[in-house]
């Protein structure tokens, strides 16, 4: 994030670690932003309804672009949230009208975290490709994926810039901090299950299906604290300069 702020103290809270993580997005400004994401996605679908059935081809480019530059934006927050808890922040921020980003921010966040997907999960895709397998190998290759894309995600959002992709420096990221690295994984792993077992009982019950979007807004900020909030704990380990 190309940001400059001023280091930040940590706040000490006397919430128990878990319950501390979770809260990250209850805070007004993290409140605040899920509504207006969930109002806007609402909205679009709506647009892309009534528009569509009218304007055919040029309605779904309409609701179509609308849909990427929200998607941006969501991802634009995404990596504020974990710039912002990587200077010690535990609750989800504000993106002040000088921090807005422009249409050029949102494609490059983009582009970038789709790189660091695409660095870490190049193999998997490759072997389903010429394999069309979803044996042993194939899930070997997808854990070894998960297990580089945190510190992968971490690198390019707080560099800014595609050369924080470089495989050298990832691995010798891992290796300085590694068993605190494997416990943010282990986090991330015991998270996910949450995530799932989130999703699943909204889904089953049809009166909270439409919290299910919320849901999906929340835990990705608190993903995204998760990996800021690691940076700021083994900064003098990684020794990344920033």
């Known amino acids: 994030m190309k940001i400059i702020e001023e280091p930040q103290l940590e706040i000490k809270s006397k919430l128990p670690r878990f319950v501390d993580v979770l809260l990250y997005p209850a805070s007004l400004h993290g409140i605040s932003y899920i509504a207006i994401f969930l ?15 009218y304007a055919y081809y040029y309605g779904g480019v ?6 990427i530059l929200l998607f941006g934006y969501i ?6 949230c974990i710039f912002d808890s990587s200077k010690g922040n535990k609750r989800a ?7 807005t980003p422009n249409q050029r921010d949102l494609i490059s966040q983009i582009l970038y975290l789709l790189g660091a997907f695409a ?23 997808w854990g070894c994926g998960m297990f580089f894309l945190p510190v992968s995600l971490l690198r390019v959002v707080l560099f800014d810039a595609i050369d924080a992709l470089n495989p050298i420096m990832i691995i010798g990221s891992i290796l300085k901090t590694f068993l605190p690295y494997c416990g943010l994984v282990l986090s991330f792993c015991v998270f996910g299950g949450f995530a799932a077992a989130v999703f699943w009982l909204l889904k089953c019950l049809p009166v909270l299906h439409f919290f299910s979007n919320v849901a999906g807004f929340y835990l990705a900020f608190v993903a995204a604290h998760l990996l800021g909030r690691f940076y700021w704990q083994n900064k003098d380990k990684l020794d990344w300069g920033i």
């Open 75 to 80: 991802i634009y927050y995404f990596g504020y």
């Open 62 to 67: 309409f609701s179509a672009i609308l849909s």
């Open 93 to 99: 921020p504000d993106i002040s009208i000088a921090h």
């Open 39 to 53: 109002f806007l996605s609402i909205l679009i679908n709506l647009i892309d309804k009534f528009v569509f059935s």
């Open 119 to 141: 660095i870490c999960f190049w193999p998997t895709a490759v072997y389903y490709i010429f394999t069309e397998q979803r044996d042993l190998r194939f899930w070997v290759l």
